[in-house]
C-alpha cells in the first residue's frame, strides 16, 4: 500500500491497529532502521492522518490482450505478468521465473491502451480506472513504484 502523510507518498503496512510508513533515507521525526546495508525512516500513525491510503495496479494492451505490468522508463520497456489471458504463456515468449509465474518484457512502444487503477483504502476500497497516455502512465509509475523503491 501507499500512503500520502504531509503531501508526500510512503510505502504503507497495516500494523497493531495502526499504519506504519516507511521510505529509504533518513527523515527528521522518525525512527531509522538499517535493511540489507540501507538506512529506512518510519513512523507509526493513525490512519486518520492519512491523506490517502491506496494500491495501484497498472496495465498495458499488448498484441490485443491486457496484462499487468511493471515498467522500467528509462529502458523503455514494459514488464508483462502473465495472468488469466486464455493462451499459453510459452507459446507468447514469456519466461518462467518461478513455478506458475511468467514475464516477458517488451518495448513500451508495442503497447498501447496504458492504464491504471487506484483501490482507495479510505473510502471503502473504492476502485477508480484511469486510461492515459504513456507519458502520464510513466509519470504516475514514476511517483507511485520506483520513488519508493
Known amino acids: 500500500m501507499i500512503g500520502l502523510y504531509n503531501n508526500e507518498r510512503f510505502n504503507a503496512f497495516n500494523k497493531e491497529n495502526k499504519i506504519r510508513l516507511s521510505r529509504r533515507g533518513k527523515l527528521e521525526g522518525f525512527s531509522l532502521r538499517e535493511v540489507s546495508g540501507e538506512i529506512y525512516s518510519y513512523i507509526l500513525i493513525n490512519k486518520k492522518e492519512l491523506q490517502e491510503l491506496y494500491d495501484i495496479n497498472f496495465y498495458v494492451r499488448w498484441k490485443g490482450m491486457q496484462f499487468q505490468c511493471g515498467c522500467d522508463w528509462e529502458k523503455q520497456v514494459i514488464l508483462l505478468w502473465f495472468g488469466n489471458n486464455n493462451k499459453n504463456p510459452k507459446e507468447l515468449g514469456f519466461i518462467e521465473e518461478e513455478r506458475g509465474c511468467f514475464y516477458k518484457e517488451v518495448p513500451i512502444d508495442d ?33 507511485n513504484r520506483d520513488e519508493l523503491r
Open 111 to 143: 503497447c498501447s491502451d496504458f492504464t491504471y487503477e487506484k483501490i482507495d483504502y479510505l473510502n471503502d476500497h473504492q476502485i477508480a480506472k484511469f486510461m492515459v497516455t504513456k507519458e502520464e502512465f510513466i509519470d504516475v509509475y514514476k511517483k
